[in-house]
């Protein structure tokens, strides 16, 4: 792309032309083990940059196979390159992926903390960085909100993926009016809508968490709660099937002292706050020090556009519960992170500009 601008000066002309940066590490986490792979590296090469894809450790093989459909297409040796590794050797990897100077730009998703780490890493090279990082999205229902509405966009939100993205709701905080019938509601509809099973029958919309460690996540929360005079309206139990299934779980009575309104659960719980005012609802969303997405329930023109405005994300649904599209720009504010994927403006992580005076004209 070349963009050309008028100089003060008659006999020159000045130029700014995008490159590729070039060489691109891209990070990538296990919950959507083929889609945040080819987000990534379909901007990267796009942009005339080469990859070396480091994919999680727990999904490894939907890398592989991107590789080997690569290959099929035509693309070069070299241009896409994978590097699975275990558990174990990960923070050895990662700190060689992001510290060599051939490498230009690290793309990463996946926790805060590692980001962190991962940011160190690349400021001993000044690397460009793009950082798609944790959320804790709040999902905030109004008393103007059509329940119907707000009840199937929380089932959407909170357990997509069974609750394991990065952008699912995972504080719900209900206008005190609305409070009492929207819970009966969500329960009902959780009761009805979801199943717990194998990814093989057609009824599942919950499958198993990833692993163990999840699964004592979600309980430690549970019990925090429950101890802190929280209710458990349904589930609240790992499921009869075993392994790492769990019983999607409502919530309610919860506080902010709870550890499931503190920190980012990545499993199947609704919370469910109660809020008085929209100036309560908005301090709470926006007590955290991340900020990825956030979604509100509302039938008031007005109060849309200030709580859109005012919400400290970097996407917002509004009267939706799912906003992901591979059209609109993808990312967050505060510690959750740094650039956007997706839309057009996902390419231009993966670009220079530099600009050319072209004189004596």
Not at 32 to 60: H, N, Q, W, Y
């Amino acid at each position: 792309m070349e963009i050309l601008f008028q100089a003060q000066q008659k006999n020159k002309r000045i130029l700014a032309v995008k490159q590729p940066v070039g060489v691109a590490t891209i990070i990538t986490p296990w919950n959507f083990p083929s889609a945040m792979i080819t987000r990534k590296v379909g901007a990267a090469l796009a942009a005339g940059c080469t990859v070396v894809v480091k994919p999680a450790e727990d999904t490894p093989l939907s890398a592989l196979a991107l590789a080997e459909l690569a290959d099929q297409a035509g693309i070069p040796g070299g241009v896409y390159n994978v590097t699975p590794c275990s558990r174990q050797k990960t923070p050895t990897v990662g700190e060689v992926l992001c510290t060599d100077p051939l490498v230009a730009k690290i793309s990463f998703t996946g926790s805060t903390a590692t980001g962190k780490v991962l940011l160190k890493h690349a400021a001993d090279t000044v690397k460009r960085v793009s950082m798609e990082l944790g959320g804790h999205a709040p999902l905030i229902v109004f008393d103007s909100a059509n329940l119907d509405q707000a009840v199937a966009g929380a089932v959407a939100s909170k357990f997509r993926n069974s609750g394991q993205t990065c952008v699912c709701s995972n504080r719900l905080l209900v206008q005190k009016g609305i409070h009492d019938a929207f819970v009966q509601k969500l329960a009902a509809a959780m009761n009805k809508e979801l199943f717990v099973g194998s990814g093989f029958d057609e009824r599942t919309t919950q499958g198993p968490l990833i692993n163990e460690r999840a699964v004592e996540k979600v309980e430690k929360q549970i019990q925090d709660a429950v101890a802190r005079g929280a209710r458990v309206v349904c589930g609240g139990k790992r499921h009869s099937l075993g392994g790492t299934f769990f019983q999607p779980t409502l919530l309610s009575d919860v506080t902010t002292d709870m550890m499931c309104t503190q920190e980012e659960t990545f499993g199947p719980v609704a919370p469910v706050i109660k809020f008085d005012s929209e100036e309560e609802a908005i301090a709470i969303a926006n007590s955290v020090n991340v900020g990825l997405a956030g979604y509100f329930f509302s039938q008031d023109p007005a109060q849309i556009w200030r709580v859109a405005e005012q919400l400290e994300v970097g996407m917002v649904g509004v009267n939706e519960g799912i906003l992901s599209s591979a059209e609109a720009p993808f990312g967050g504010v505060k510690q959750s992170g740094i650039g956007r994927e997706g839309s057009k403006y996902g390419i231009d992580e993966y670009l220079e500009i530099k600009y050319i005076c072209y004189g004596g004209l």
